[in-house]
């Protein structure tokens, strides 16, 4: 079996008041998630979340490693999968998607966001980083 392993954040602003997260929507399976991508060898989990965010996006991030998500699943039989998520605080909120790999990418309410996801592991995420997020 194949084991892959990728890294993200769901990346939250505070803005007129509210707090968004920033969604992306793939270009080859059509579903809304949050920024991430494969590790690189040498590279720490933090340091493939940073990068991945910057190159899908556009945005840089200050990682707050403390939350640390992890879903595993199987893409195909013969691969599994685990991706590992943080939260992350844009430090600059504009954007500029990867044109190869993003279709879309939007900064989302967060109360909004869960219709917005497609899969129910990302949905678990934001529940749980909300209480987070919060209290910064």
């Not at 920033?22 to 493939?48: A, I, Q, R, Y």
């Not at 940073?50 to 998500?69: H, N, Q, W």
């Not at 430090?91 to 879309?104: D, F, H, N, P, Y």
Request: glycine letters at 6%.
């Amino acid at each position: 079996m194949l084991l892959e392993k990728s890294c993200g954040a769901v990346v939250y602003r505070r803005y007129h008041g509210n707090i968004e997260i920033l969604l992306v929507k793939h270009l080859n399976s059509d579903h809304w998630s949050f920024p991430k991508g494969h590790m690189e060898d040498g590279e720490t989990e933090t340091e493939t979340a940073l990068r991945e965010i910057k190159e899908e996006t556009g945005v840089d991030v200050m990682i707050d490693p403390t939350f640390r998500e992890t879903v595993t699943y199987y893409p195909r039989k013969d691969i599994r999968k685990s991706v590992i998520y943080f939260i992350a605080k844009a430090k600059s909120s504009g954007l500029v998607r990867q044109e190869t790999e993003i279709a879309e990418i939007k900064w989302v309410d967060i109360a909004r966001a869960g219709s917005m996801l497609s899969y129910e592991n990302d949905r678990a995420i934001v529940n749980r980083a909300k209480t987070i997020i919060k209290d910064y």
